[in-house]
């Protein structure tokens, strides 16, 4: 029997999955070399995109300011590393269990430029990885906003994507045009507690081409992004006001690339240092060093602009399969933290513990009961 594209559909969901496209290589003809799925897989004639929804509610503690670890482990790392990939194995099993070869990628977008050398002549360095979110484009399963973050047909922006290379000749899904759910609205752009994503006309647009349609969005500002994300933003973080009182990053100016700010946050996150009257744990940011040791990662923001505010959007707007839901995204009034100029700040040298460190001490030496000495 031939392997049919809604057969791989029809697997795919029965494996668990939300929502399922395929695109055909030649959507890719303008890939990079450091994105092209035929660099992974030269015989590759499908693309197969898988979307898992983030659950909404994964977000509900952030949005309140009470429970964080909820959206590492449900909207970002397990969802990532455990929940979905089963998914895309189970799928990739079935392709190869038909006669054709499979390849599951693991999900991720290309960060950093390759500094492996290639194996052999020819090759380009081992560090290839597809950008899932464009993958997911090409398979018609939504657009990318004006923030970039991918707004899925089904579960606006709140989704986890995974990929199959298959050598399998499948039939494609149509394109989704550009604009169907991103009105551009700005939400995303005013709620950013970062100032990561730009206003219209304030940076050239990143713009691709996908058959005979063109996909455009921001050029978000991907250091401010990370710093935000990890948490070295007080706007963003109660942890980080809480361990680091006072300390103050102008985000929303910082110029740093998105590596210095990778470099910034995991070394603060992973930081110890010997504990004081000041700050009586050795840890830097103790929430940052639990979350990362338990999970391998730890994000903070909770995507306040680029996927709540758009979520709140799609939803009142009705233009996405689940936009129906009881609570509202922001149900009440945001939470916002005092400036770090309000911060209560100090320690010995700011004379913070004056009987130990500055008053004198008119008993020094005088503990104990003294032992009696006999007569000579």
């Known amino acids: ?16 999955a939300g929502d399922v496209g395929i695109a055909n290589i030649e959507r890719f003809d303008n890939a990079p070399q450091m994105m092209h799925p035929k660099n992974i897989f030269p ?40 929940f979905r990939p089963k998914v895309t194995y189970k799928t990739a099993c079935f392709i190869e269990d038909n006669g054709f070869e499979a390849v599951p990628v693991y ?5 950093r430029p390759g500094t492996r050398p290639p194996v052999g002549p020819g090759r380009p360095p081992p560090e290839i990885n597809v950008n899932v979110r464009i993958q997911a484009v090409a398979c018609g399963l939504g657009e990318i906003g004006w923030s970039k973050v991918f707004i899925s047909r089904k579960f606006g922006p709140r989704v986890r994507i995974g990929t199959i290379l298959t050598d399998a000749e499948l039939e494609p899904d149509p394109l989704i045009p550009q604009g169907t759910y991103c009105n551009r609205c700005m939400r995303c752009v005013k709620d950013c507690p970062g100032g990561a994503i730009p206003k219209p006309g304030e940076r050239p647009t990143i713009k691709i081409k996908i058959d005979d349609q063109t996909f455009e969005w921001g050029d978000v500002h991907m250091g401010r992004c ?66 990362l040791e338990h999970t391998g990662y730890f994000a903070i923001c909770g995507a306040k602009g ?60 005088q503990w104990g009961t003294p032992l009696e000495t006999k007569n000579a």
């Open 1 to 16: 029997m031939k392997l049919t594209a809604q057969m791989v559909r029809d697997a795919a969901m029965a494996a668990g």
């Open 107 to 111: 999900p991720g977008v290309p960060e």
């Open 226 to 291: 990370t710093l935000t994300h990890h948490g070295l933003n007080w706007e963003a973080s109660p942890f980080l006001k809480d361990a680091l009182p006072g300390f103050k990053l102008d985000v929303r100016k910082s110029n740093v690339s998105e590596e210095v700010a990778y470099r910034m946050a995991y070394t603060m996150a992973q930081g110890h240092w010997s504990p004081s009257p000041e700050l009586p744990t050795n840890r830097v940011v103790p929430y940052y060093s639990q979350i």
């Open 43 to 82: 015989e590759c004639k499908s693309v197969i995109s898988i979307v898992q929804p983030i659950p909404r509610g994964s977000y509900r503690g952030i949005t309140e300011g009470t429970h964080w670890a909820n959206y590492t482990f449900y909207s970002y790392n397990r969802l990532n590393t455990l």
């Open 306 to 365: 680029c996927i709540r505010s758009c979520m709140a959007s799609v939803e009142q707007r009705k233009c996405v399969g689940q936009c129906e839901f009881e609570t509202k995204v922001f149900p009440k009034k945001p939470w916002a933290l005092k400036p770090p100029e309000d911060d209560v700040t100090g320690g010995i040298a700011e004379g913070k513990f004056p009987e130990q460190y500055n008053d004198p001490d008119k008993k020094a030496g």
